[in-house]
């Protein structure tokens, strides 16, 4: 146990001190099902509490992902590019940062997933940090990559083949507000909006 002095009163608090939680112990495993885009391994565990049972990973691909956010400074004003899809699971027209299953966490990677989804090619980049979009179920790890652009190089007409997704700009004052409305969803894309704000690139632009 800890003491720490509470800055107004004077008074000691107690702090319980910090105890790194016990683990799940895998027995065994094997496959359940495997395609070329997705492999499910359940798993034979034992809980902390000496429990026996069973436990579901997914793997998506490599297990390995990438995120570009596109961002370019106009008058002053940051813009973040988006792209515009249907996404075939939820039934719905989604916002998201180019994102996708990539070989490593590289920005060479970012950079392919950026030019497939819009077209565009970037000035520099630089990586903001990583995510683990669902720590419960999936392996996953994503890389998020901050790419650059010029004014003279942020318009684009690309729409690509597979899926059709087009590229949109908005103002960080406009991101906020899709979000609150609810227009951007995609938890991945709001990690990595979040991701941002560390690196104080909105507010300096």
Request: net charge negative; hydrophobic share 40%; charged share 20%.
């Amino acid at each position: 146990m800890f003491l720490i002095d509470h800055p107004e009163s004077g008074d000691a608090l107690a702090i319980a001190p910090v105890v790194t939680p016990a683990t799940i112990e895998r027995v065994g495993t094997h496959v359940a099902y495997e395609n070329p885009f997705i492999r499910v391994d359940l798993d034979d565990v034992v809980f902390p509490n000496g429990a026996r049972g069973s436990y579901s990973r997914v793997t998506l691909g490599t297990g390995l992902g990438v995120v570009a956010v596109p961002y370019a400074n106009f008058r002053g004003i940051p813009y973040l590019g988006f792209v515009e899809q249907h996404r075939y699971p939820i039934d719905e027209v989604t916002l998201e940062f180019p994102r996708g299953g990539s070989d490593d966490l590289s920005l060479s990677e970012a950079a392919r997933e950026l030019v497939e989804e819009t077209g565009l090619t970037y000035q520099s980049g630089h990586l903001l940090g990583f995510i683990r979009p669902d720590t419960g179920i999936l392996t996953t790890k994503v890389a998020v990559w901050q790419t650059s652009h010029l004014l003279q190089s942020i318009e684009s007409r690309h729409v690509e083949d597979e899926t059709g997704c087009r590229l949109r700009w908005y103002s960080h004052g406009e991101v906020l507000g899709l979000i609150r409305n609810g227009r951007i969803s995609c938890g991945i894309t709001l990690a990595a909006f979040a991701l941002l704000a560390p690196t104080n690139a909105l507010a300096a632009a």
